[in-house]
């Protein structure tokens, strides 16, 4: 497995204010990368940049190469609507549009141009499945999405993002809203979805991290201590700092 | 029924548990082969026996690790974190096992000749119960099966009785001048069998730690609380 994405010496700004300081990772193909630290560390900020998602906020400035399939998606030629279709994103709250289950599964086919609804139907079942809500939203499809509880809402969110059929998955403390039966059940999916899909995920959880990753990144003020295979961090890791972190001596 | 979370997870933990069982099933085969070639006076046999104790110690290195990388990845608690600390313990026990086998062999290879004969159904009676021993407790953790434990438990008091009259009749044999450097090493293998049949108790009680989080260790068998 190669890297899917890759990030070599990134920088960021905010104005004046650097929030990212030389940062290179990679995240590999198929494997569950994620990224962890206190807040204001980075790691949000450094999670937005893979797709693009802090070219709206005024005065951000970027320097270093970010790459998809060894493309750079910082080019000037690049279409960001499907960037962001390749590299979806899954938001800490769960957002799901008023409208019905369907309805927002179906609405990013619908505004890519597919109308025919066998077509659609086939595509909000297989989402849902991957999303593992098809059972307990298959008979109220079209119920409104804002009567499912938070961690339902927050696998429908899921299915969405899967029904533009991503090729990365970006996590942002996808379970931070939600309670532990629900948490649970979307680490399990996460464990299911790295199968088809590469993942990224930012969680203020440790253990969330140790449970569910394959790799782990470790952030502290804007700049990337260590990364290394989650196996490794959690028994030794190599920098002090992480150590600390991780055992809760400081936060 | 709701479909179970965190399915890798507990996949890990019955691998655990696979890899403790199959690690014991390589300690009750060393222990039989050991007194195998203990009565037969084979030499060859004896050698394979110390050869495969790599093998065992590979077996607990990988055990250890699992158990480390499942505490620190997986935050157990109950009964799979009992799983964890029963693997842990009971994995040095058989070890330890393994390791009685291994100074068996080698005291059959070195003897190079059977046993006299006034030591063999001593020694087999002891042997015969430190195997006894070794696979009920095994099967006890395979299976979960507490009321073997209990029976392992007090196999341990005739094994402490086989031990005593293996070490006084031994004791006789030796008084003859021609038999006693030889009858001298068998002491040491009434003394490793006898420690075997420990071990084996050990693992019975981990195992009803395992399964009902009672401490019953340094108790007697009799006297298990709730039991």
């Keep these: 497995m190669g890297k899917k994405m890759e990030v070599r010496d990134l920088n960021l700004f905010y104005g004046t204010h650097q929030a990212l300081f030389d940062v290179s990772?990679?995240?590999?193909?198929?494997?569950?990368?994620?990224?962890?630290?206190?807040?204001?560390?980075?790691?949000?900020?450094?999670?937005?940049?893979?797709?693009?998602?802090?070219?709206?906020?005024?005065?951000?400035?970027?320097?270093?190469?970010i790459s998809l399939d060894g493309e750079d998606i910082y080019a000037k030629d690049t279409d960001l609507t499907l960037l962001r279709r390749r590299v979806g994103m899954v938001f800490q709250r769960p957002n799901p549009f008023p409208m019905s289950i369907y309805d927002n599964v179906a609405y990013g086919c619908r505004v890519h141009g597919i109308t025919d609804k066998a077509k659609l139907d086939e595509i909000v079942e297989r989402s849902l499945?991957?999303?593992?809500?098809?059972?307990?939203?298959?008979?109220?499809?079209?119920?409104?999405?804002?009567?499912?509880?938070?961690?339902?809402?927050?696998?429908?969110?899921?299915?969405?993002?899967?029904?533009?059929?991503?090729?990365?998955?970006?996590?942002?403390?996808p379970c931070s809203a939600l309670d532990p039966i629900s948490t649970m059940k979307i680490e399990e999916l996460v464990a299911e979805l790295k199968s088809s899909f590469t993942i990224v995920m930012v969680t203020h959880n440790m253990q969330q991290a140790a449970r569910v990753s394959d790799s782990t990144a470790f952030f502290l003020n804007g700049?990337?201590?260590?990364?290394?295979?989650?196996?490794?961090?959690?028994?030794?890791?190599?920098?002090?700092?992480?150590?600390?972190?991780?055992?809760?001596?400081?936060? | 029924?709701?479909?179970?979370?965190?399915?890798?997870?507990?996949?890990?933990?019955?691998?655990?548990?696979?890899?403790?069982?199959?690690?014991?099933?390589?300690?009750?085969?060393a222990v039989e082969k050991s007194l195998t070639a203990l009565f037969a006076g084979d030499t060859a046999l004896a050698k394979s026996v110390m050869k495969g104790d790599d093998a065992i110690d590979d077996a607990i290195v990988e055990i250890e690790d699992d158990c480390i990388l499942l505490i620190a990845k997986q935050q157990p608690i109950a009964h799979d974190l009992r799983v964890i600390a029963t693997g842990f313990k009971i994995s040095t026990d058989i070890e330890r096992i393994g390791d009685h086998a291994f100074d068996?062999?080698?005291?059959?290879?070195?003897?190079e000749a059977p046993i006299p004969a006034g030591c063999v159904p001593l020694l087999r009676e002891l042997g015969d119960a430190a195997l006894w021993m070794v696979e009920a407790a095994m099967r006890c953790y395979r299976e979960k099966d507490l009321s073997l434990?209990?029976?392992?438990?007090?196999?341990?008091?005739?094994?402490?009785?086989?031990?005593?009259k293996a070490f006084y009749?031994?004791?006789?044999?030796?008084?003859?001048?021609?038999?006693?450097?030889?009858?001298?090493?068998?002491?040491?293998?009434?003394?490793?069998l006898e420690r075997i049949g420990d071990h084996s108790v050990n693992i019975a009680e981990w195992v009803i730690y395992l399964e009902t989080a009672e401490r019953i260790r340094h108790t007697k068998a009799s006297s298990a609380p709730g039991r």
Aim: net charge negative; proline share 2%.
């Design chain 1, 25 to 65: 990772i990679g995240a590999e193909e198929h494997q569950v990368l994620a990224l962890i630290g206190p807040s204001g560390c980075g790691k949000s900020t450094f999670l937005r940049t893979l797709n693009c998602m802090n070219d709206r906020i005024d005065g951000v400035r970027i320097e270093g190469d």
């Design chain 1, 129 to 173: 499945r991957q999303a593992a809500i098809w059972e307990e939203a298959k008979d109220r499809l079209k119920g409104s999405a804002l009567g499912l509880s938070g961690g339902q809402q927050q696998r429908l969110c899921i299915a969405r993002v899967l029904a533009a059929a991503p090729e990365v998955l970006l996590m942002d403390e």
């Design chain 1, 223 to 251: 700049r990337l201590i260590e990364q290394g295979a989650t196996d490794d961090m959690f028994t030794r890791p190599k920098d002090k700092k992480t150590e600390d972190y991780i055992t809760g001596r400081f936060g």
């Design chain 2, 1 to 29: 029924m709701e479909e179970k979370t965190r399915k890798e997870y507990i996949q890990n933990l019955e691998k655990l548990q696979g890899k403790v069982a199959a690690m014991g099933e390589l300690a009750r085969a």
């Design chain 2, 104 to 111: 068996i062999a080698r005291t059959a290879k070195e003897l």
């Design chain 2, 149 to 164: 434990a209990d029976q392992v438990r007090k196999k341990d008091t005739e094994m402490d009785t086989l031990f005593e």
């Design chain 2, 169 to 192: 009749g031994l004791s006789n044999i030796a008084e003859s001048p021609e038999e006693r450097g030889r009858v001298t090493q068998l002491f040491f293998i009434a003394r490793f």
